[in-house]
């Protein structure tokens, strides 16, 4: 039986993961425009994700990036600018990873602490990124504060999400090392019968 390369097994966790994104951002943001339409605030499922597969694959997020945000304006019915202002402000969160390099991946996995500024920095910059680029159509400058209140739901939501899957074992985990850990995991029960 033949077993997956490494990029193999990045590609298909990177499709899973882009499609649960997919799927889940574009189920809240219909929900959110035909039930609620009135409503001055927001749920996005893109931060919890792209916080993950950052922890996951790194770099790779951009791709989750983009499509979190073509997923909440095509569900929403966004204009052409609004496509920009979604797709390349989210972009912005990967400023995020600045953290890996700061105190590593396994504080910010192991510490809930650096988990939770972890994501709120991926949030605060994905909301900064959003507004930077609605600056160059127009948008006042004072709309950052509207950025930040109309989405600040999405905050708490994914810091409880990112924290729960610090409690499955390799979901918020650096694949690369998960896949070495498991081996090593396998290779030491086989020693031992």
């Known amino acids: 039986m033949n077993s997956l390369s490494f990029k193999q097994y ?3 966790d990177l499709c899973i993961w882009t499609v649960i994104l997919l799927v889940f ?3 809240t943001a219909m929900a959110a ?3 609620f339409p009135g409503e001055l605030y927001t749920l996005s499922q893109t931060t919890a994700v792209l916080c993950i597969v950052m922890m996951r694959w ?3 997020a951009v791709v989750h990036a983009v499509a979190g945000g073509a997923a909440f304006c095509f569900a929403s019915g966004g204009s052409a600018e609004q496509f920009a202002v979604y797709c ?5 969160a990967l400023l995020a990873l600045v953290l890996f390099k700061a105190v590593g991946k396994e504080k910010v996995r192991e510490k809930v602490h650096i988990t939770v500024i972890y994501t709120a920095a991926a949030f605060c910059a994905m909301q900064l990124g959003r507004w930077l680029v609605s600056l160059i159509f127009g ?3 004072d709309s950052l504060v509207m950025f930040f209140a109309s989405d600040s739901l999405t905050l708490l939501y994914s810091a409880v999400v990112v924290l729960i899957s ?3 074992d390799g979901l918020f985990e650096d694949q690369r090392s998960y896949l070495i850990r498991t081996e090593s995991e396998r290779r030491q029960r086989e020693a031992d019968f």
């Open 58 to 60: 790194g770099g790779y």
């Open 25 to 27: 951002e574009s189920v």
């Open 139 to 141: 948008a006042p400058l």
């Open 88 to 92: 390349v402000g989210n972009c912005f």
């Open 10 to 12: 990045r590609a298909i």
């Open 166 to 168: 610090r409690r499955a």
């Open 33 to 35: 425009a035909r039930w």
